[in-house]
């Protein structure tokens, strides 16, 4: 899955979450000041991210996060991590 795709998940998924139209959420729209979502709403919408990209994150790389840009830049970043974890443990295997 691309960049492109893994934006439009996430801004489905908080669109899941808060009933806003996925077209009305910018890549850099804040979602405290300009959505108003509130912490709890936050912590659905990293859960949800979190299982559908099955990222394994642990909850503070989650905190902070406050536009889709920022989210798809951790998700991004933590399946790269994967990708090495993965490489490392066949690497000790072979």
């Known amino acids: 899955m691309g960049a492109p795709e893994m ?3 996430i801004k489905e998924i908080i669109a899941n979450v808060t009933n806003i139209d996925p077209a009305e959420i910018g890549d850099s729209t804040s979602f405290t000041q300009e959505l ?3 912490s ?6 990293g859960v949800d ?3 559908e990209f099955k990222l394994e994150l642990p ?10 840009d920022q989210t798809l830049a ?3 970043e933590r399946l790269e991590e994967r990708l090495r974890e ?3 443990q066949q690497a000790e295997v072979a």
């Open 49 to 51: 991210v979190d299982y």
């Open 7 to 9: 934006k439009a998940k």
């Open 36 to 38: 108003g979502l509130d």
């Open 86 to 88: 993965k490489s490392m």
């Open 74 to 76: 951790l998700v991004e």
């Open 40 to 45: 709890l709403s936050l912590l659905e919408i």
């Open 59 to 68: 909850e503070e790389r989650m905190r902070g996060l406050d536009s889709v």
